[in-house]
């Protein structure tokens, strides 16, 4: 069992940048793939980006690749997107998500195990 709490979230102009975090409980944080995810006001869930157990593999939506960065730190139990040239479309609240079954490195919200509480990114125009 992991849980998961995220942090950064906020209101910010467009063209400007933010930080997601998140930090996971538990011994075994190196153990999981993680992946960050977002929804808007009635819209499903989509995938945003995800990183491997080592944090050396990674994939990102093609609406955010070249924008957003996620990296991970292992030593502090903790995932990170980094979000520059933000958009008002980027407007969602955010979720990060653990998946312990592995070995891959999933683009699916289905195949996460564990959720955070979510955190709200506004974008204005």
């Known amino acids: 069992q992991v849980q998961l709490v995220e942090s950064g979230g906020g209101l910010v102009q467009a063209g400007g940048s933010l930080r997601l975090s998140c930090a996971a409980s538990?011994?075994?944080?190196?153990?999981?793939?993680m992946g960050w995810f977002r929804q808007a006001p009635g819209k499903e869930r989509e995938f945003v980006a995800a990183a491997s157990r080592s944090g050396s593999i990674t994939y990102y939506a093609d609406s955010v690749k070249g924008r957003f960065t996620i990296s991970r730190d292992n030593a502090m139990n903790t995932v990170y997107l980094q979000m520059n040239s933000l958009k008002p479309e980027d407007t969602a609240v955010y979720y990060c998500?653990?998946?312990?079954?592995?070995?891959?490195?999933?683009?699916?919200?289905?195949?996460?195990?564990?959720w955070g509480q979510g955190t709200q990114v506004t974008v204005s125009s």
């Open positions: 998500a653990a998946d312990a079954t592995g070995p891959t490195v999933p683009t699916d919200y289905p195949a996460y195990d564990y």
């Open positions: 538990g011994r075994t944080f190196g153990s999981y793939a």
